[in-house]
């Protein structure tokens, strides 16, 4: 019985790593979009966000399910409570990757970043994916120590996010309002996301350690 019960908890934390690695591959993926003006390939990255979804309401289903008849305790009741945050973290980064998407889709055949904010835009999105794709791998083998790398990338996300201010906020901005907006809001878009994997990773180290560690996001 106890054999079958810790089998439930892999399962639940298998399908939690999952959902980053798809959220990771639609950021990846609706930065393609959003820099090379891919309707395609912003249709499936909106479409993706349902197996998000579903995957979350799984979880859901799941955790809830062992606590309530398994009535866990200790670490394992720590798994599945930090299990459930996080995937609905996972789900809402999700969201974020949905929106740079619909971003893209919004403007095509045309582009919503200048050609001179592209690299910025190109390495937030390295940034963004590499990120969740690490989150992922740390929850996969708890692997705590990884912790603060991570959140040295957020520090550089927040640069690149200050970076596109300074040039929003430059007299000689030459893209109108509009553009503007778009950039305003991806930007916003990418530094949110960063800042669930950054949330993800703290509640990974309470579900290793059962030590709390402030949270963002």
Not at 42 to 47: N, Q
Not at 81 to 110: F, Q, S, W
Not at 137 to 149: C, F, K, Q, Y
Not at 187 to 208: I, K, P, Q
Request: hydrophobic content about 45%.
């Amino acid at each position: 019985m106890r054999e079958h019960y810790h089998e439930e908890l892999d399962v639940v934390v298998g399908k939690l790593v999952s959902m980053t690695e798809i959220v990771a591959s639609m950021m990846e993926r609706a930065t393609a979009a959003l820099l090379g003006a891919e309707l395609v390939q912003a249709e499936s990255v909106i479409a993706t966000d349902d197996d998000v979804d579903n995957l979350n309401r799984e979880i859901e289903t799941l955790a809830t399910d062992i606590i309530a008849l398994q009535q866990p305790v200790a670490g394992d009741l720590r798994t599945c409570i930090a299990c459930l945050r996080m995937a609905n973290t996972v789900e809402r980064a999700g969201d974020l990757a949905r929106h740079v998407a619909k971003t893209a889709r919004m403007r095509y055949p045309e582009k919503a970043v200048p050609t001179e904010l592209e690299p910025v835009f190109r390495e937030m999105g390295q940034v963004a994916t590499a990120m969740m794709t690490e989150v992922g791998s740390i929850l996969a083998a708890r692997d705590v120590s990884r912790v603060e790398a991570l959140e040295l990338a957020d520090d550089r996300m927040d640069d690149l996010h200050r970076q596109l201010f300074r040039a929003l906020l430059a007299e000689d901005w030459p893209h109108g309002i509009e553009a503007a907006v778009d950039v305003t809001l991806l930007s916003r878009f990418y530094e949110r996301f960063a800042d669930h994997c950054v949330s993800m990773a703290r509640r990974t180290v309470y579900l290793v350690t059962g030590h709390r560690v402030d949270e963002v996001g």
